[in-house]
């Protein structure tokens, strides 16, 4: 039996055609900036965005983490929302890497505002750390795929250029966003300094995210990545997955948004289950079991046992998420999977 994976997008393969670009890539030494492919990558997710310069990096975490040590200064204070990923999934980098205070503001699903911002700000006195820069998710992860509204991000790209700060966006799964508002990524890079997407996530490529901003910004950001360690050599390989994936899987997550909705309902056919529809607006599934008194990871192990995977991420708590991997009727499979185990188990 093949298993129906939803435990993340990440865990896609590359598909037939996308192996044979890679086979067939011009590929060159990156760390002397010799790769072709990496450079074609490069260019092209900056103009997408609408940004100067952009840097191939090999994971979601790095890219973000070297935005903030190339926005910021050891001492100074960043802003997140309470769930984001960087707070929260990122091993305490922020601290460990660019020695920067985190502050959390409480959002909802994932949105915090820019009067929530103007609130946190420190005034300007040597007792307090130097407030420096704001970061969003565009979709939030943890809040279920939800989508940040386009006119509160604006409101907070007005206020962090009237108070002097850095806004950055993980946008791991922006392009998700992109399709399901028909918002062009063009407007979304107008309102960031910088910006990080993932091309192993929803658009499947095995590896690698890119960073964008200004050519100063990105310039810093080479500097640090080569600190860490992040130089990567004939690295064209993998980024001609990405540049097959910027090809043929953007406009098809709108399926995968298809997928999430229909499991969604499956769910929601038990009065007791909670899933937030307003959040599932992506390919992300947060199922709430608290009023159930089912636990998280004894429906995951009946699901698994039946060869549904998905993962619990709190006590009461499963994520499912749709991607590449999961066709029509791997869907049609798992909503009768999850129908039927409920139906025993409530
Ligand atoms: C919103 C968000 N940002 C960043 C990342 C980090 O990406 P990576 O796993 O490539 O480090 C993830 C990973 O799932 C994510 O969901």
């Known amino acids: 039996m093949k298993a129906i994976d939803l435990r993340s997008d990440t865990v896609t393969k590359p598909t037939p055609e996308m192996r044979a670009a890679m086979t067939a890539a011009e590929v ?59 707070f929260n999934y990122e091993a305490g980098a922020p601290a460990a890497l660019s020695g920067v205070q985190v502050r959390t503001l409480p ?3 994932g949105v915090i505002t820019a009067a929530q911002i103007e609130a946190a700000l420190r005034p300007a006195d040597h007792h307090n750390p130097p407030s420096r820069l704001v970061v969003l998710e565009n979709t939030h992860n943890r809040a279920g795929g939800a989508i940040f509204p386009f006119e509160e991000m604006e409101k907070i ?20 966003a992109h399709v399901a508002t028909g918002i ?13 997407v993932c091309l192993s996530k929803g658009l499947g490529a095995p590896v690698g995210s890119v960073l964008v901003g200004s050519a100063e910004f990105i310039d810093r950001a080479h500097r640090f990545r080569k600190m860490w360690g992040g130089g990567m050599r004939q690295a064209g390989l993998i980024a001609a997955a990405g540049l097959y994936a910027l090809d043929h899987h953007i406009d098809r997550l709108k399926v995968d ?38 636990k998280a990871h ?31 009727e791997d869907t049609k499979s798992a909503c009768r999977i999850i129908e039927e185990i409920l139906q025993h188990s409530l």
């Open 28 to 86: 060159g030494d990156d760390v002397f900036g010799e790769d072709p492919t990496v450079n074609q990558l490069q260019a092209r997710v900056a103009a997408l965005l609408g940004k100067e310069a952009a840097l191939y990096i090999s994971s979601g975490t790095q890219s973000n983490q070297l935005a903030i040590r190339s926005h910021t200064q050891p001492g100074q204070e960043i802003y997140c929302e309470e769930n984001g990923h960087i």
């Open 107 to 109: 959002g909802v699903r």
């Open 157 to 176: 790209h007005a206020l962090t250029r009237e108070r002097g700060l850095a806004l950055h966006l993980d946008g791991a799964r922006l392009w998700n």
């Open 184 to 196: 062009p990524l063009l407007e979304y890079g107008r309102l960031f300094d910088s910006i990080s």
């Open 257 to 294: 948004h298809l997928h999430a909705r229909a499991l969604a309902h499956s769910f929601l056919e038990f009065p007791e289950i909670e899933v937030d529809l307003a959040a599932t607006q992506t390919n992300i599934v947060i199922v709430e079991l608290r009023k159930t008194g089912l």
């Open 298 to 328: 004894d429906l995951v192990v009946k699901l698994k046992e039946k060869g549904v995977l998905c993962l619990a991420t709190a006590p009461t708590r499963v994520r499912l998420v749709t991607h590449l991997d999961i066709h029509d």
